[in-house]
Every structure is written in structure tokens, then in C-alpha cells.
């Protein structure tokens, strides 16, 4: 089993900064992607950003340069470091590890980005 703890979020003015973190643990295997994925309300959850083990990143269009995925293995955290917010960022924001076939989840924390 996995668990998933995020911290990070909150409440900020367009234009501005905030940063998540993510730490995993139970039974964490190599080759993982841990990543992030948003909800918005009355909108389907999707994919943020991602980065494998070995540092590979991908990244949803809307946030490419301004958001950045980061890892440290050896804490089996992901990191999101948002900047130039928008109120279109604004969802609750939920950490993913995947593992083989398994994919687990964090509680998500709530982004809200204010005009």
C-alpha cells in the first residue's frame, strides 16, 4: 500500500506564487512517475504535470513556463513550484504516484487564485 501526504496551497493574487509538495511512502518501486492533476469545479480532473524517476517531465500545455515539476528520490517527494498564477489555475490539486499497473492518490489541497 501507498499513502500520499500533500502540503502546499492556499489562497493567492493573479500573478503570483505558490508551491506544493507531495511525500509517498509505503511500498515505493523504482521506475515510478509521481505527478500532479487538478479538478476545477464541474470540470474533469487532469493531468498537470509529471516526472518519472529518472527526470523526465511532462507538462500540460497551459502551464508550460510557468509551472515546474521537481523529485527527490531519495524522499520519495514531488514537488510543484507554480508562478504567474491565473484564476483559471484555481482546483483542487491532487498528487499521483504510479507503480506498475497501481495508481494511488493523495486528499488534493485547494489552489485558489484570486483576479
Known amino acids: 500500500q501507498v499513502q500520499l501526504v500533500e502540503s502546499g496551497g492556499g489562497l493567492v493574487q493573479a500573478g503570483g506564487s505558490l508551491s506544493l509538495s507531495c511525500a509517498a511512502s509505503g511500498s515505493i518501486f523504482s521506475g515510478n512517475v509521481m505527478g500532479w492533476y487538478r479538478q476545477a469545479p464541474g470540470k474533469q480532473r487532469e493531468l498537470v504535470a509529471t516526472?518519472?524517476?529518472?527526470?523526465?517531465?511532462n507538462y500540460q500545455d497551459s502551464v508550460k513556463g510557468r509551472f515546474t515539476v521537481s523529485r527527490d528520490n531519495a524522499k520519495n517527494t514531488v514537488y510543484l513550484q507554480m508562478n504567474s498564477l491565473k484564476p483559471e489555475d484555481t482546483a483542487v490539486y491532487y498528487c499521483?504516484?504510479?507503480?506498475?499497473?497501481?495508481?494511488?492518490w493523495g486528499q488534493g489541497t485547494q489552489v485558489t487564485v484570486s483576479s
Open positions: 516526472i518519472t524517476s529518472g527526470g523526465s517531465t
Open positions: 499521483n504516484i504510479r507503480i506498475r499497473f497501481s495508481n494511488y
